[in-house]
């Protein structure tokens, strides 16, 4: 495996773009459990979180490097209750401010302190259409309280994005989401289909569909996009399992993403820290620019010198930029093999693999591994793999 741990022996490449896309992670506190939750499934062992007056100096930073989106994203932000302080201070600093929510806390209260704050936009999420699956797969009863919230997001006036994560469970409910979409008024829905990094990744046996659900899935997509127009756009992101070729992951390592955990840490995408032996600068100590021009780990995956082959003499090489870190790693266990989707890959095989055995297995086979902080302390500590699990609704 490709040693993380030893400085990088290459230059950095020539011209590095500012980042453009800033994802503040307040905290990784959540009052939900989700199966397919991106945070880190050892986020008990990252429980610090910036101040206030730390976070505003992140955001000064950042903004003068040249970013110019804002993402409010956690764990669930609105448990940070300087959220509206710091919104206010990134539409001073003339960001484009959006808020990553499950909705649980978002009062009118804070509806009304947010659009004060000048808040741009908020994306809310639901876990399925139906009640039942909604509260089974966040592990609350919080369907009903999402729904009010969206209504009162859209009496507020909030442009809203819909987003719900898709899998082998809610695929045969698409038509009911967007039914769902449209009857709350969401300008947009985005209908995620897993990327199984995170908790996603320790439940993928349960969550991975089968390629019919997604043809099925993809056919009602492209009817409801004939029949409503511009009413909702509708955005279907596929499963790159079942492609041929990669993502271009984060449009690139260290492109246009910069990514701060609730503790300072910077990342270049959501679940880096999934790779072992890479260290992460940190703002509490190191300022930004020199994060983002000269770390080590910023600069680790950026340009082509790292690539082995196939993809250092691959003529799509720059289209794809050798797909995915952190799925290179978690199917591969070296970071800077290709990603394994890609079908030139000596490790494809491995993705084949779990797409028919999703195809093979019963629908309750495996129970699934809810996001909690007693199943994180279990993962966390090697060699324990098996904490306890529950069946899914059938
Ligand atoms: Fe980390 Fe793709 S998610 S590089």
């Not at 490097?65 to 539409?91: I, T, W």
């Not at 959006?98 to 804070?110: A, C, E, F, Q, V």
């Not at 270049?268 to 992460?280: E, I, K, V």
Request: glycine share 6%; net charge negative.
């Amino acid at each position: 495996m490709t040693d993380l741990s030893q400085p990088l022996a290459e230059a950095k490449p020539a011209a590095i773009a500012p980042p453009l896309w800033l994802l503040a992670e307040l905290t990784y506190r959540c009052p939900l459990h989700c199966v397919f939750c991106y945070n880190p499934v050892n986020y008990t062992d990252h429980k610090s979180e910036l101040s206030t007056a730390q976070w505003v100096d992140v955001l000064r930073q950042a903004r003068a490097l040249g970013a110019a989106q804002l993402g409010f994203s956690g764990g669930e932000p609105l448990l940070r209750d300087d959220l509206e302080e710091l919104v206010g201070e990134a539409r001073k600093l003339g960001f484009y401010t959006n808020l990553i929510t499950s909705g649980i806390g978002l009062t009118d209260k804070r509806l009304d302190a947010l659009k004060d704050a000048g808040l741009d936009h908020i994306q809310l999420s639901f876990q399925d259409s139906t009640q039942e699956l909604n509260d089974f797969l966040s592990s609350t009863r919080t369907f009903e309280l999402k729904n009010r919230v969206a209504q009162a997001i859209k009496a507020h006036g909030f442009p809203m994005v819909l987003n719900c994560v898709l899998h082998r469970y809610n695929l045969p409910h698409v038509d009911r989401i967007i039914d769902m979409a449209l009857a709350m008024g969401a300008e947009y829905l985005e209908l995620a289909n897993t990327q199984y990094y995170g908790w996603a990744h320790a439940n993928r046996a349960q969550l991975m569909p089968t390629a019919e659900q997604l043809k099925e899935a993809e056919a009602v997509v492209e009817r409801y996009r004939r029949e409503i127009g511009d009413k909702c756009k509708i955005f279907f992101v596929v499963p790159d399992y079942f492609e041929r070729r990669p993502k271009r992951c984060m449009n690139g390592w260290g492109s246009v993403f910069l990514g701060i955990a609730p503790d300072g840490a910077a990342l270049p995408c959501h679940t880096a820290r999934s790779l072992p032996g890479l260290t992460f600068p940190n703002v509490t100590d190191t300022p930004i620019k020199d994060i983002w021009y000269e770390s080590d780990a910023f600069n680790r995956f950026r340009g082509f010198d790292w690539m082995k082959e196939p993809c250092r003499s691959c003529d799509e090489k720059t289209i794809d930029l050798g797909g995915c870190r952190c799925q290179a790693y978690l199917l591969t266990q070296d970071p800077a093999n290709a990603d394994p989707v890609c079908d030139k890959s000596p490790h494809h095989e491995s993705v084949i693999k779990v797409v028919h055995a999703a195809a093979a297995r019963a629908p309750d086979e495996h129970p699934v591994l809810f996001r909690n902080d007693a199943n994180s302390r279990r993962l966390a500590t090697s060699g324990d793999d098996d904490p306890p699990t529950q069946g899914a609704p059938t």
